[in-house]
């Protein structure tokens, strides 16, 4: 593939670098972050890939899984990045206001906050929903309910992070509910809808859409993100016909608008 098609493939992840922000500079601001909320790092050693995950065990028989994003994607040159941590960990903000006295644990994408020679950009383009990446973040949750004992699961997951969720669905018997974020519930359409290159070395959730309809969930989509858009949401209801899945407009916001706050008000609802 050119690497203009695949440039074309990645920008709309919203995760383009304008500022100088080097890799240290990334893991470091995740790593404060976690602990000022008091969050533990591991790594998992997964058959794939090492994970690094943030925790909090309250020895729940329930735990809460936080899924991020894609990560940064295309580096402030427009060049695919050469690390794909996240510039935002919009994960560890959102389990930061989670206040429940139940087992959390942030679950990041394989290379991020890692430093990896062996680290293929796949994994962060083309590949970013590929059976190996979706296994290893398997593997992960599965060490950790082997570790805390929880018995349930809660998917919370920001935007290519929902895709990362329904993806896991055949892997669990356990979810209770789905939340996301600015989600990406279904990158083929998205993909088309950019008129960009499509993740063809990525597993496609929709060849999954009955058990993905089982499943109640909540998508919170910003009135003013371009990146994934309530028409899209409203087409992957659509294409779904569940009536357990509920699309809710959130106005003004935009796809790296601050989801904190809306997770925190949904959270005084529970």
């Not at 065990?57 to 580096?75: Q, R, T």
């Not at 993806?167 to 989600?183: D, E, K, Q, V, W």
């Not at 608008?257 to 005084?268: H, I, M, Y």
């Amino acid at each position: 593939m050119h690497l203009k098609k695949l440039k074309r493939a990645v920008f709309f992840t919203a995760f383009f670098l304008f500022g100088c922000s080097s890799n240290q500079h990334r893991i470091n601001k995740a790593f404060n972050l976690a602990k000022e909320f008091e969050y533990e790092s591991a790594i998992v050693q997964c058959s794939n890939f090492p994970m690094q995950i943030f925790y909090k065990n309250f020895n729940s028989k329930h735990a809460i899984i936080y899924l991020e994003g894609d990560g940064l994607v295309i580096n402030r040159f427009g060049e695919i990045a050469s690390n794909s941590t996240p510039t935002d960990p919009m994960a560890i903000r959102l389990a930061a206001v989670d206040n429940r006295l139940i087992t959390k644990i942030i679950i990041n994408r394989p290379f991020h906050y890692l430093k990896s020679a062996n680290s293929s950009s796949k994994y962060w383009t083309t590949a970013r929903y590929s059976p190996e990446v979706v296994r290893s973040i398997f593997e992960a949750i599965k060490s950790c309910q082997e570790k805390f004992h929880f018995e349930t699961i809660e998917l919370i997951a920001y935007s290519g992070g929902a895709s990362v969720a329904f993806l896991l669905i055949p892997y669990f018997r356990n979810i209770t509910n789905i939340i996301s974020f600015a989600g990406n519930l279904d990158h083929s359409s998205w993909t088309t809808f950019h008129n960009c290159q499509p993740l063809y070395e990525s597993l496609d959730p929709l060849e999954i859409k009955d058990s993905i309809g089982k499943i109640p969930q909540i998508h919170f989509v910003g009135t003013n993100d371009t990146n994934t858009t309530i028409e899209l949401a409203m087409a992957f209801k659509k294409q779904i016909k569940s009536e357990k899945i509920s699309i809710i407009p959130v106005d003004g916001f935009d796809h790296d608008s601050n989801w904190p706050s809306v997770w925190q008000e949904e959270l005084k609802l529970k």
